[in-house]
């Protein structure tokens, strides 16, 4: 499996985790997992730090923009640029 | 100088200033008095208590200054609670009317078919009322200035009514305390159901500083936005803070324009108050603590980054000076002075446990084991009931159990908050044979009965629940089975 394809495997396990299969379906992948209620800070969170430690990788939200990282594809393709993976 | 005085001439003094910025939009204290005064103006005279459906929009803040100016009770309510739960406060609080904010147009109509007799009132439709708005118009006179809801251990929520006096003698000691300038950008992070957002509001409004309304995307990550508009004043939880930290926001000089940052609503880790300092290396860091039945906060220290301290936690410092603190025999906290309220909304139970009259001053009983350090600083030591803070809330455990048990037909279950020390979340024990749609059951009933806050991250279920020596839970043991 791609990097890519195995952090939206681990992002789609704790969402259905929480709301059961059927949220894959319904999901903007555009807005904000937190604003949109399907997770909130300290899940997104804890998912984060799950992420960071299953893909060894070591990020830096400094200067993130928390809209464009909590959505669902935001944070894909901010955890998959080349700077964030060693 | 009561409050509403103090705002008044501060609107007047500032009026082309920057009151609040909110929604990329800035909304000068004349434009302020303006839609506060539309929105008064419409409110009739026997509206003594004002509830306010909204979040973080001009509306919401246009609503609270309307209540100050004509010395109305205001109760701000949660839009993210669950129904139940609101409905619970707004019983409690006995408003004749709800001021709510256009986008909780679904939520107003469910309240409207439980509440026939509450005139509710669309925030957005009075500030597009295009009639001159009577300037100074009328005045009701209340003795409570505001009415906040906290966890109670008998399953239903406590309103703690904060009278005019108690704020007003808040708010007369920050602002000698704290001195802003109409140069300073305040954060606004808390959110409104949170006391520690009262002060936000009206230290920077009583000096004509502008408050900076953070997105909701932004509460949790707010790196970004502090740096964008170059905050000078701080405000949040320390839990914010350590998020912070996690994410590799607190990196050396980070936001060098922050000349005060304040903590409160938890005990504030020594080695994160370090971490902020070296982020934020102009700035004062203020640690204050106080429980909402004393006023948003009541005592303060400021953190010395050059002194080496084997503390765990920064200490809560002396009392305000018009404030007196006292320990009963076991080292629990007595809180006295002009900001202790009078007593709880309604239940009498709550009033009697917590108001201990002592040598005819009336103190209340913090709840807070704290112990006496050097230079007269107090310390925060522990709880004396099973009360822990989440985000900085206070959760009754006892609340979640009573919710719970009677959910699961009378189960015997215990609830604790993980890690130990510094709380992130919720764990449920359950004395049944597992059963994972139960589980969930519980869950998606808790969550709309609760704060989201106060709804456990897990459930594990035991066979027996593991008694101490004196036959109560065992709360230790339970820590153990959860690193498992």
Redesign the interface.
């Known amino acids: 499996m791609s990097l890519v394809n195995s952090i939206e495997h681990t992002i789609n396990t704790k969402l259905i985790d929480k709301h059961g299969a059927e949220v894959l379906h319904t999901l903007d992948k555009d807005s904000?997992l937190?604003?949109s209620g399907l997770l909130?800070?300290?899940?997104?969170?804890s998912m984060?730090?799950e992420l960071e430690n299953t893909f060894n990788l070591d990020?830096?939200?400094?200067?993130?923009?928390?809209?464009q990282?909590?959505s669902y594809s935001g944070l894909v393709s901010f955890l998959c640029e080349p700077n964030n993976a060693e | 100088m009561q409050l509403n005085q103090r705002l008044r001439k501060g609107f007047d003094l500032y009026s082309k200033n920057a009151a609040i910025y909110v929604d990329n939009t800035y909304i000068t204290y004349e434009q302020l008095d303006i839609k506060s005064t539309y929105i008064n103006d419409n409110l009739s005279s026997q509206f003594t208590s004002v509830g306010i459906l909204d979040y973080r929009s001009v509306g919401y803040y246009c609503a609270v200054v309307s209540c100050v100016l004509s010395s109305r009770t205001f109760v701000p309510l949660g839009t993210k609670l669950p129904l139940n739960r609101l409905i619970s406060i707004i019983e409690q609080s006995q408003l004749s009317c709800i001021l709510f904010g256009s986008q909780y147009k679904e939520l107003y109509q469910k309240l409207q078919k439980r509440f026939p007799r509450v005139s509710f009132l669309c925030i957005e439709e009075l500030l597009s009322l295009t009639s001159q708005p009577k300037l100074h118009s009328s005045n009701t006179k209340t003795d409570v200035a505001y009415i906040l809801f906290t966890s109670g251990t008998t399953g239903t929520p406590k309103g703690v009514p904060i009278s005019w006096n108690n704020l007003d003698s808040y708010v007369t000691y920050m602002d000698q305390f704290l001195p802003l300038t109409p140069d300073d950008r305040v954060s606004q992070v808390f959110d409104p159901t949170f006391d520690l957002s009262i002060h936000d509001m009206f230290i920077t409004w009583t000096q004509g500083a502008c408050l900076y309304v953070l997105p909701e995307t932004a509460l949790f990550a707010p790196s970004k936005f502090i740096k964008q508009h170059e905050l000078t004043i701080w405000f949040s939880v320390p839990s914010t803070a350590s998020i912070m930290s996690k994410l590799g926001m607190l990196k050396k000089a980070s936001y060098p324009s922050l000349r005060i940052s304040l903590f409160c609503g938890e005990a504030l880790p020594t080695a994160l108050a370090d971490n902020w300092h070296k982020a934020a290396y102009n700035s004062k860091i203020i640690n204050l603590y106080g429980p909402t039945e004393a006023t948003i906060a009541c005592s303060h220290y400021e953190y010395n980054p050059s002194e080496s301290t084997s503390e765990v936690y920064v200490p809560i410092g002396t009392a305000f000076p018009h404030m007196n603190f006292c320990t009963d025999k076991n080292g629990q906290l007595l809180i006295s002075g002009p900001q202790v309220f009078s007593g709880y909304l309604s239940n009498t139970e709550h009033h009697s446990a917590s108001l201990h009259v002592k040598n005819n001053i009336q103190h209340y009983c913090s709840g807070d084991l704290v112990r006496s350090g050097p230079n007269n600083n107090w310390h925060y030591v522990s709880r004396i009931d099973a009360q822990v803070k989440i985000q900085g809330y206070r959760v009754e455990l006892a609340e979640i159990n009573a919710k719970s048990s009677e959910f699961l037909n009378n189960a015997l279950v215990q609830t604790i908050a993980i890690p130990k020390n510094q709380p992130q979340s919720l764990t449920i024990f359950i004395c049944a044979p597992a059963d994972k749609k139960v589980a969930d059951e519980l869950l998606t009933y808790l969550a709309q009965q609760l704060p989201h806050y106060m709804v456990p991250k897990k459930v594990i279920w035991i066979d027996s629940m593991p008694l101490n020596s004196n036959g109560k839970i065992d709360s230790n043991t339970l820590h153990l089975l959860t690193e498992k």
């Open positions: 904000s937190i604003s909130d800070s300290l899940d997104f969170i984060l730090m990020i830096d939200f400094e200067d993130a923009d928390p809209v990282f909590t």
